[in-house]
C-alpha cells in the first residue's frame, strides 16, 4: 500500500491485523462474557447464538486473543520498556489532558499511558486465560476441585473487570489523540503528528533516515 508523500509507517501492515484480531477477540470475548455473568445482560448471547453456544465458544475465543496478544508483545515490548523520561512525562500529566503539550517531556514510539495499558494487558490476558482453564468445565473439571474453580472464577471475573476499563481508556485516547487510530487503520501518520506527539521517536526516524519501524514503501524520512 502506497501512503502520502512524507508519512511516517506507524505500524506494518501484520501488526495491523494482529492487533485488530486482539480488538476483536476482546470485544467478543467482552460481550459473550458479560453474557453469562448476570442475568440482566443475557440478551447478549443472542449475538452467539444462545447460551449454549455463548458457553462453548467464549473459551475458544479467549485461546485466540492469548496467543494474538503473544504476537503483540513479540513486536511491541521493546518500544513499551520504561526508562527515566517517562517519569518526568507523568509529572507533567495535567497538560497532557488539557492539550497543551509544549513544554511536556518528548516520548518516542510510545508514551508512558500507552506503556501502561501494554503492560497491563501482559498482565491481565494471561491471567484471564489460567483461571479460565480452570473454570473451563468440558475439559478442565476433573483436574480442579470446586474450591479452586470458586476462586478462579471470582480472579477471572476481576481481572475481567479491570481489562474493560483499561481497554475504555485505551480506546479513548486512540480517539481522543487524533491521527492515531489512521496509524492502526492504514499504518501511517503524518510528521506534524509525530512532531506533537512522539517527537523523540521522530528525532529518532530522521537521525536513522528510515520513515517507521520497518519501512514498507511510501513516505521518506523528515527532516526534523
Ligand atoms: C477494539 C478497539 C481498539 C481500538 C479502537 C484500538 C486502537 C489502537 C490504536 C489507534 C493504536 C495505535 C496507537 C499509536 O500508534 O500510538 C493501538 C495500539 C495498540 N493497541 Fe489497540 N485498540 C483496540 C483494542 C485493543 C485491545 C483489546 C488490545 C489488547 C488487549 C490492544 C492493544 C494495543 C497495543 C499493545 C498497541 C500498541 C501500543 C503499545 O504497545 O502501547 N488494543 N490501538
Same mark, same amino acid.
Given at each position: ?18 492487533? !485488530? ?7 467478543? %470475548? ?21 447460551? +449454549? ?29 520504561? /526508562? ?5 512525562? %507523568? ?8 492539550? +497543551?503539550? +509544549?513544554?511536556?517531556? +518528548?516520548?518516542?514510539?510510545? /508514551? ?11 498482565? %491481565? ?10 473454570? !473451563? ?88
Amino acid at each position: 500500500m502506497t501512503h502520502p508523500r512524507g508519512a511516517l509507517i506507524r505500524n506494518t501492515a501484520p501488526a495491523r491485523i494482529n492487533h !485488530w484480531i486482539t480488538g476483536g477477540c476482546f470485544v467478543l %470475548l467482552m460481550l459473550s462474557g458479560l453474557s453469562m455473568f448476570h442475568p440482566m445482560l443475557f440478551f447478549l448471547s443472542g449475538l452467539f447464538g444462545g447460551g +449454549e453456544w455463548t458457553r462453548a465458544v467464549h473459551p475458544w475465543i479467549g485461546v485466540v486473543l492469548l496467543v494474538s496478544y503473544a504476537g503483540l508483545i513479540v513486536q511491541f515490548w521493546r518500544d513499551n520498556l520504561w /526508562n527515566r523520561d517517562d517519569f518526568a512525562w %507523568l509529572r507533567a500529566i495535567d497538560r497532557v489532558l488539557v492539550n +497543551e503539550e +509544549e513544554g511536556v517531556p +518528548e516520548v518516542a514510539r510510545f /508514551n508512558p499511558g500507552q506503556k501502561f495499558v501494554f503492560w497491563a494487558m501482559a498482565l %491481565l490476558v494471561p491471567i484471564l486465560f489460567l483461571t479460565g482453564i480452570v473454570i !473451563w468445565d468440558v475439559y478442565f473439571s476433573p483436574y480442579t476441585t470446586i474450591e479452586q474453580q470458586r476462586i478462579a472464577v471470582l480472579v477471572h471475573c476481576m481481572a475481567a473487570a479491570a481489562a474493560i476499563i483499561v481497554w475504555i481508556i485505551h480506546v479513548y485516547a486512540a480517539i481522543w489523540v487524533k491521527g492515531s487510530v489512521r496509524g492502526m487503520t492504514q499504518g501511517y501518520v503524518t510528521p506534524g503528528w509525530a512532531w506533537r506527539h512522539h517527537r523523540k521517536w521522530l528525532r529518532q526516524l530522521a537521525a536513522s533516515g528510515s520513515s517507521g519501524p520497518r519501512p514498507s514503501g511510501g513516505g521518506k524520512a523528515p527532516h526534523a
